[in-house]
């Protein structure tokens, strides 16, 4: 009851924030998304545990300049599970380039946080024709993540600290990923708890396919391909993706620029919505003339 009203919850501040709920048929898999505003397209990926939630923030600022298009990727949020079961960042190139094709969109701009940093970028360096622009929020990818907590933990203890089954395990990502993170009356805190629970056993396997595969997946060969104007963006406390990835980043893509925001953690879009729609909208109009 608790994660059908938790939902109904998001539809409607998805209503309010510009954002109409879609859904298509892909080779198998049902996607849900999100779409709103007019003008040049832009396509957001979000990360590992999470859904297209955490971008309708900054989307509600961004649909009265662009046409937004927000996944939920394969097995997260309310998209069905990838039928051949397979989850590496290869396949999920393949889910995006389905997701643009089925919308028609020759060339567009992307973005994405974390995992869908991770995606957003390998897609970018595989299809430089058809990315204008490149937004990477805290992406995930290179080699440094072998040093993070969540990886360590997980190869040490068989631990998954980034992802939830009690409200208990609920709060510890929220401190985990936010620098500050937002108070949430119990009822939200439960419900959040329960849908990750729900996802738990999913996602934790996504989770070690990533890591199994992670040297067939490294960023580090690709970055050079991608020719697309980047704007990295980074909290200054990140403990999930540390600051050495995006200096990763920033040295190996050839037009990038890296913005640290001060006092915020692993989910950017989300802790700070408006100074990140304000980078961005900046950043985009950098890029005209």
């Known amino acids: 009851m608790m994660i059908r009203l938790g939902l109904f919850l998001l ?38 545990g999470a859904s297209r939630s955490t971008f309708d923030m900054v989307a509600a600022q961004l649909v009265r300049r662009y046409r937004v298009l927000i996944p939920d990727l394969p097995g997260f949020g309310e998209s069905g599970p990838a039928p051949d ?30 995992m869908g940093g991770w995606i957003a970028a390998a897609y970018a360096a595989k299809h430089p024709e058809r990315v204008q622009s490149l937004w990477l929020l805290a992406a995930a990818g290179t080699g ?21 089954r009690t409200i208990a395990e609920f709060d510890a990502v929220m401190e985990r990923i936010f620098y500050r993170a937002p108070p949430l009356p119990l009822a939200l805190r439960w419900a959040g708890s329960r849908l990750s629970a729900s996802k738990f056993d999913l996602h934790s396997r996504i989770f070690d396919q990533l890591l199994e595969r992670g040297e067939d ?26 600051l050495s990835v995006m200096d990763r980043f920033a040295a190996l893509v050839p037009k990038a620029e890296p ?22 909208l900046r950043f985009r109009a950098s890029l005209v003339g």
């Open 11 to 48: 539809r409607l501040s998805r209503r309010l924030f510009g954002l109409r709920e879609e859904v298509v048929e892909l080779d198998g898999a049902r996607i849900v998304y999100s779409d709103g505003g007019r003008g040049e397209p832009l396509v957001l990926l979000h990360g590992l």
């Open 144 to 164: 440094e993540m072998l040093e993070t907590e969540a990886v360590k933990v997980r190869q040490e203890e068989g631990r998954y600290l980034l992802l939830a």
């Open 85 to 114: 079961g397979d989850y590496g960042i290869d396949a999920q190139v393949e889910w995006v380039e389905r997701f643009v094709e089925h919308h028609g969109l020759k060339t567009f701009h992307l973005g994405g946080n974390s």
């Open 217 to 242: 997946y490294r960023l580090e060969p690709h970055l050079p391909q991608i020719t697309a104007p980047t704007l990295l963006v980074w909290g200054d406390h990140d403990t999930v993706v540390p």
């Open 259 to 280: 913005v640290v925001m001060k006092e915020v953690g692993h989910v950017p879009q989300m802790e700070a919505p408006k100074q990140v729609a304000a980078d961005y």
